[in-house]
């Protein structure tokens, strides 16, 4: 089975890695990214909607039909954030993606980028991975084919990304460290977007997948 793929996130560091990882995959056959500024990549594969606010996809969702999954890698940090303000950007922006997405396309994968720490029983005593954990739980209810929540920990970019998060050269160096040493926290950016393709086109036992799940899935063939 082909992808044809819905993509958030593009101009910051995951989704850019996992773009990357789709325009060279076989098994993708298109990329719709959509964005509130232009990902500045040009390829045969890939098209562009330019839309400003998440919040409201009405004037847009007849553009959203005809493919079969979502790669969600669209983010805030909550660092300085009062809990509503990051509910409101985080669970009601994606679920208000989710649930258009699910109306227009029967068939579609949706993977979603957690983070490792994600509180699933929401009531844990950090706001974010609470948030977060809601998120992951709605959406895992929401009428997809299958929906999977990627929960990453530290990720290594590949070399020449133009959206690496902030300070993140500064640490770069400890990643054959932390792999070594820590492997259930550290993974490239490449297995996030290969085990985002496997789980669309292969599937996946587990929906919630930690960094040791996105490693071993991203070792599968769909050739």
């Given at each position: ?8 996130g593009?101009t910051?560091?995951v989704g850019?890695g996992v ?8 098994m ?5 990214v959509?964005g509130r500024?232009?990902?500045?990549v040009s390829h045969?594969k890939?098209s562009?909607i330019?839309?400003?606010n998440f919040?409201d996809l009405?004037?847009?969702k007849d553009?959203?039909?005809?493919y079969n999954?979502c790669?969600f890698?669209?983010?805030v940090?909550?660092?300085g954030?009062?809990?509503p303000?990051y509910?409101h950007l985080?669970?009601e ?8 997405l ?5 068939d579609?994968v949706?993977?979603y ?5 994600t ?11 609470r ?9 895992m209810?929401?009428p997809?084919?299958r929906a ?9 970019a590949a070399?020449?990304a133009?959206?690496t998060l902030k300070g ?7 990643y054959p460290?932390?792999?070594a ?11 996030v977007g ?19 799940d996105?490693?071993?899935?991203a070792?599968?063939t769909?050739?």
């Amino acid at each position: 089975m082909k992808l044809n793929v819905i993509l958030t996130g593009a101009t910051g560091m995951v989704g850019e890695g996992v773009l990357s990882e789709c325009l060279r995959h076989p098994m993708v056959d298109k990329v719709l990214v959509i964005g509130r500024k232009t990902c500045g990549v040009s390829h045969p594969k890939l098209s562009e909607i330019i839309h400003g606010n998440f919040h409201d996809l009405s004037v847009i969702k007849d553009k959203l039909s005809g493919y079969n999954a979502c790669f969600f890698c669209l983010g805030v940090s909550s660092i300085g954030m009062k809990e509503p303000q990051y509910h409101h950007l985080t669970y009601e922006l994606t679920v208000h993606v989710a649930e258009t997405l699910s109306a227009q396309n029967k068939d579609m994968v949706f993977c979603y980028v957690s983070g490792a720490g994600t509180d699933g029983s929401e009531q844990g005593k950090s706001m974010w991975a609470r948030v977060k954990g809601k998120t992951e739980n709605k959406l895992m209810q929401l009428p997809f084919k299958r929906a999977y929540m990627f929960r990453p920990g530290f990720m290594k970019a590949a070399d020449g990304a133009k959206n690496t998060l902030k300070g993140y050269h500064l640490f770069a160096w400890m990643y054959p460290t932390l792999r070594a040493l820590l492997p259930k926290f550290a993974c490239t950016l490449s297995e996030v977007g290969v085990a985002m393709i496997n789980a669309a086109t292969i599937g996946c036992d587990k929906q919630v997948l930690e960094v040791l799940d996105i490693v071993e899935l991203a070792k599968k063939t769909n050739l």
